[in-house]
């Protein structure tokens, strides 16, 4: 059974830092892009990054570009999400997903994901 379980969310003050981490169980990790994604309150969900793990390759839209991170630790099934410089427009639950890594192609949307984490909520203070 695929389970992706996040962890490292809570509340932080405005210009600071936090260390999203996904650990994936349940499939075969480098066969599977993954990604983070977030959702505010009344707003959609969006993405923040997607990596695949067995290349490193790794895709931000151009709106998070700059103070996300994505990274994995391929011997621990771990997605990480580095996040420096945090607004309060950051906060909202933040999700890992993944997909199957079928012909070397993904999208990194929401619709393009096929399994999901429960969230883990990070709280960005002013």
């Known amino acids: 059974e695929v389970q992706l379980v996040e962890s490292g969310g809570g509340l932080v003050q405005a210009g600071g830092s936090l260390r999203l981490s996904c650990v994936a169980s349940?499939?075969?990790?480098?066969?599977?892009?993954i990604g983070w994604f977030r959702q505010a309150p009344r707003k959609e969900r969006e993405a923040v990054s997607c990596?695949?793990?067995?290349?490193?390759?790794?895709y931000y839209p151009d709106s998070m570009k700059g103070r996300f991170t994505i990274s994995t630790d391929n011997a621990k099934n771990t997605v990480y999400l580095q996040m420096n410089s945090l607004k309060p427009e950051d906060t909202a639950d933040y999700y890992c997903?993944?997909?199957?890594?079928?012909?070397?192609?993904?999208?990194?949307?929401?619709?393009?994901?096929?399994?999901w984490g429960k969230g883990t909520l990070v709280t960005v203070s002013s």
């Open positions: 349940g499939f075969t990790f480098d066969d599977y892009a």
């Open positions: 997903a993944a997909v199957e890594f079928i012909h070397s192609d993904y999208v990194c949307k929401p619709y393009g994901m096929d399994y």
């Open positions: 990596i695949t793990p067995t290349d490193g390759s790794a």
